[in-house]
């Protein structure tokens, strides 16, 4: 991945005493300048298109199962919950 990040940080300070006597004037300056640039190119690793829905879902499985990832495609109709309790259940049924 091709993320860049640079921060700057530039300051610059004065004093000035001027005393005459029992008089005294104190004065100061301070000036500082921050800047962060990040480079974060969106298609630094190419662009992908397939044919259709089932192509990249089935590209999507295939790679997970390359990298050794789970796969668990899940219906949004039922509930987080139960569909949760169904993948660890059938996980504590592979070891």
Known sequence: MNVQFLQ???SFQGDVV???G???I???ALAEHYQQDMVNPTFSLGTYSFANLRAF???YEKGCHQSRIDY???D???GFDRTLV???AKRANLK
Do not use: E, F, N
């Open 72 to 74: 668990a495609p899940m």
């Open 57 to 59: 879902m089935d590209a």
């Open 22 to 24: 029992r008089h005294l």
């Open 86 to 88: 169904t993948y660890l």
């Open 18 to 20: 001027w005393s005459k």
């Open 76 to 78: 949004t109709s039922i």
């Open 26 to 28: 104190r004065t100061g």
């Open 8 to 10: 700057q940080v530039s």
